[in-house]
């Protein structure tokens, strides 16, 4: 009987979303906070006989073939490594698809840590950091969850400490957006740039008010212009009493911070009737490894 790789892979949420200019090779340069939040798929993964990769998923919308970005990880990793074992991926889908929560690349980075164990690699952080880069700008950050300056294309991590614990409702509206798109509409001129130091100045003293008070993401009004629902989701949340409100990503979704649980229900429940897809997590905060 084949042994079993068992790794949560949450989401993040960007508690601040900063682009400083287009690149020569086509990404943009980002500065950006992330943390990861309660809210996690289950990656399950066995050895079979030969020597291909099997991707199957829980959401029938997930691709099971070179799209998936676990996939492209354990593709990577057989061939940097000369493995020549056949894998099967079992993804239990519970974070929404392009919804700007890091789903899929955090697959990916499950995946990595599953495939070192597994495969018993004895890859540290950094090699693992490496070859998540090469597979996407968010997997990088994924490898270790908790909460950090992202850089670069998003590839280049600075841990931070962990927020103030608190109550992270997540409402996603009945559409998906593309990453891709939302940067190529995004001008860059006139931004208002968010104060990503005071941000982290607030993480680091542990200011819960602070971080609410800096929550920004200059993609935001760019998805604001395609998903009118983002607007409404904000105003809703506001209006409910969460203590700061932010679309996570390239969106859609959007994500309040609440300190109290009982006000968490309320808006969870008044959110409920008027979007398909709300959750409510915990902020997580410290890092997977």
């Not at 006989?49 to 070179?66: F, K, M, N």
């Not at 499950?110 to 495939?115: C, G, V, W």
């Not at 229900?265 to 890092?287: H, K, P, S, T």
Request: hydrophobic fraction near 45%; charge should be neutral; include cysteine.
């Amino acid at each position: 009987m084949s042994v079993k790789v068992l790794e949560k892979a949450p989401a993040k949420i960007n508690l601040a979303l900063d682009v400083l200019g287009k690149r020569a090779d086509g990404y943009h340069e980002v500065r950006m906070i992330m943390t990861t939040v309660d809210l996690s798929d289950h990656i399950e993964i066995q050895e079979t006989g030969g020597d291909r990769i099997r991707v199957r998923s829980s959401a029938l919308y997930v691709p099971e073939d070179e799209r998936n970005l676990a996939y492209k990880a354990a593709d990577l990793i057989k061939t940097r490594f000369g493995i020549k074992q056949g894998v099967e991926i079992w993804i239990k889908k519970e974070i929404p698809v392009a919804a700007g929560l890091a789903g899929g690349s955090s697959d990916a980075a499950a995946t990595i840590r599953a495939l070192n164990r597994l495969w018993r690699l004895g890859l540290s952080y950094e090699e693992m950091a490496e070859l998540a880069a090469a597979i996407g700008s968010d997997v990088a950050f994924c490898v270790r969850g908790g909460t950090a300056l992202a850089i670069g294309r998003g590839e280049k991590i600075e841990p931070l400490p962990a927020p103030p614990p608190c109550w992270v409702i997540l409402a996603k509206p009945p559409v998906s957006v593309s990453t891709a798109e939302i940067y190529q509409a995004l001008t860059l001129d006139h931004l208002a740039h968010p104060d990503t130091d005071g941000m982290i100045a607030a993480i680091e003293r542990g200011d819960y008010e602070g971080i609410c008070s800096r929550l920004s993401n200059v993609l935001e009004s760019v998805t604001i212009q395609k998903v009118e629902e983002v607007e409404q989701i904000k105003r809703v949340m506001a209006r409910l009493g969460a203590d700061g409100v932010l679309m996570s990503g390239s969106g859609p979704t959007v994500f309040g911070l609440v300190r109290h649980k009982s006000k968490a229900q309320r808006i969870y429940n008044g959110l409920r009737g008027f979007c398909g897809e709300v959750f409510m997590v915990r902020l997580l905060g410290g890092a997977l490894i």
